[in-house]
């Protein structure tokens, strides 16, 4: 499973995102968007907005922090 | 049954929750999220005993000092009632009934001697043509969270308080330029930050303006404006942060008193008119929205609780 977040450095709910993805030992790769204009276009091609946190999961979008969305997408209970 | 149920987990909620941990009351804290607006709010310079942190980091600093004291912390459950059990006036003292939804969507119900609700404020929106379209295509209203994404853009910032200066401070280290729309003649911020946008040079503050509309394709593209002679302006901006005023969350609870703004109407010792039922921080009518202000209101408001429990329960 490969798990995408696109985040911005000051971001509370990408960081709050972060731990839970730690809390619960999934590993995954962050894209930030500030600091990579090309995260940001793919972010873009990917959503249509603007918004941060995204969560690319196996090609499937979360926008938002949207707990029970990404536990279900995870395979978590 | 807890003795204590806190709703909201920000500075009133976990300083409350600290308080009725060393009381060791029996009870736990519900809430949609850990630190609220506070984990919004960029920068902070004004928490006695730390010279500077931000809001994601004090809102991680209450959560760990929460947990120090072995505070348990239920987050992603939405609270949708809270009901007295028994009538309000006997002998007993009243009993609270709280229940909401889970963030799956299934329900819950709690019950609990007393309540203190904790579950501050969202952010105003301007009721504008193309505002609930491009929200998240180029309208915001958290600069914080994406301010970063408009990187050599111009952009406009909406308001004219506090949270609005600082959203034009952080965005003109960002952006290529920042308007400042202020439907008043002047602002009601610090003066500290009044100044720092006064100064910079990549913001300009356009005074007596009222945001009228928000144009775009699938992003936004532009704001349009009027100025206090009633003559419309187009500004060209690709980001709009809203930052207008916040509204209590205060809309779950029937029979509680509210103020004309919805504002939970509470006295000096956090009482609600529903006697058991206490409330804290920004979602009540005390003054003036401040971080320090919420931390010692909960806690104020807990010593209330105590009070109460040994009276009437």
Not at chain 2, 158 to 173: C, K, P, T, W, Y
Not at chain 2, 176 to 183: R, T
Request: proline fraction near 3%.
């Amino acid at each position: 499973m490969i798990v995408k977040i696109y985040t911005t450095p000051t971001c509370a709910y990408c960081h709050a995102e972060k731990e839970f993805f730690k809390e619960n030992n999934i590993a995954f790769q962050e894209r930030d968007v500030f600091a990579d204009a090309a995260a940001r276009q793919e972010m873009i091609d990917k959503t249509g907005q603007l918004g941060v946190p995204v969560t690319d999961i196996d090609g499937k979008i979360v926008v938002g922090f949207d707990k029970s969305k990404i536990k279900e997408l995870l395979g978590l209970k | 049954m807890y003795d204590l149920i806190i709703i909201g987990a920000s500075a009133a909620g976990i300083s409350a929750s600290i308080y009725a941990a060393r009381r060791r009351l029996n009870f736990k804290i519900i809430t949609a999220d850990i630190g609220g607006e506070v984990a919004t709010s960029g920068e902070i310079e004004n928490w006695p005993g730390v010279i500077h942190t931000n809001g994601i980091d004090l809102a991680d600093q209450f959560r760990k000092h929460a947990e120090a004291n072995k505070v348990v912390i239920e987050s992603d459950k939405w609270v949708g009632d809270i009901k007295p059990a028994r009538p309000a006036g006997g002998k007993e003292g009243n009993i609270f009934v709280v229940s909401g939804k889970n963030s799956g969507g299934s329900v819950f119900e709690e019950k609990a001697k007393t309540v203190l609700v904790a579950t501050g404020v969202h952010p105003r929106q301007l009721t504008i043509p193309g505002e609930k379209e491009f929200k998240n295509k180029g309208v915001s209203y958290c600069t914080v969270c994406d301010g970063p994404l408009f990187g050599g853009q111009a952009v406009a910032v909406v308001g004219g308080g506090n949270s609005a200066l600082e959203s034009a401070i952080m965005l003109a280290d960002i952006a290529s330029c920042v308007y400042v729309i202020n439907k008043n003649a002047y602002f009601k911020g610090e003066k500290v930050l009044i100044d720092k946008v006064s100064k910079n040079s990549k913001v300009e503050i356009i005074y007596e303006a009222k945001t009228q509309n928000i144009l775009g394709d699938n992003f936004v593209n532009a704001l349009e404006y009027q100025d206090k002679s009633d003559q419309m302006h187009k500004l060209n901006v690709k980001g709009i942060f809203v930052h207008i005023g916040q509204i209590p969350n205060s809309g779950f609870i029937p029979g509680i008193e509210l103020d004309e703004v919805k504002q939970i109407k509470v006295n000096m010792r956090g009482e609600t008119n529903m006697p058991g039922l206490y409330a804290a921080g920004d979602v009540t009518n005390i003054p003036y929205k401040q971080i320090v202000i919420a931390a010692g209101q909960g806690v104020a408001a807990l010593l209330s609780v105590v009070d109460y429990l040994n009276r009437n329960h």
